[in-house]
């Protein structure tokens, strides 16, 4: 079993940045993909970020391509997604994810565990 813990998330202003950090409670962290979804409201959970479990590999949506920029530090069992030039349509619950696999890429209904989720408010 596999607890996230989602933190970072807050109210800013568009063209602001936010760093949302993600805690894994397992010590074999380093073999899990690691990926942050969001959720509007109304709106399906979609993808945002992912990271391999080697951190070799990453994949943004095309919505954050060139802002966001997701990161992992193993030794701290941690998954931050840095976020720049924020938007209104930004605004979500931000949800860290993971899943135990060696591939690059994991659709969003392989992952395994789920956090909380952190909100995000971008004013314009």
């Known amino acids: 079993q596999v607890q996230l813990a989602e933190s970072g998330g807050g109210l800013v202003q568009a063209g602001g940045s936010l760093r949302l950090s993600c805690v894994a409670s397992r010590r074999t962290f380093s073999t899990y993909v690691m990926g942050w979804f969001r959720q509007a409201p109304g709106q399906e959970r979609e993808f945002v970020a992912a990271?391999?479990?080697?951190?070799?590999?990453?994949s943004y949506a095309d919505s954050v391509k060139g802002r966001f920029t997701i990161s992992r530090a193993s030794a701290k069992n941690t998954v931050n997604l840095q976020m720049n030039s924020l938007r209104p349509a930004d605004t979500a619950v931000y949800y860290c994810?993971?899943?135990?696999?060696?591939?690059?890429?994991?659709?969003?209904?392989?992952?395994?565990?789920w956090g909380q989720g952190t909100q995000v408010t971008v004013s314009s």
């Open positions: 990271i391999s479990w080697s951190g070799g590999t990453t």
């Open positions: 994810a993971a899943v135990n696999s060696y591939r690059n890429h994991v659709p969003k209904s392989d992952y395994d565990y």
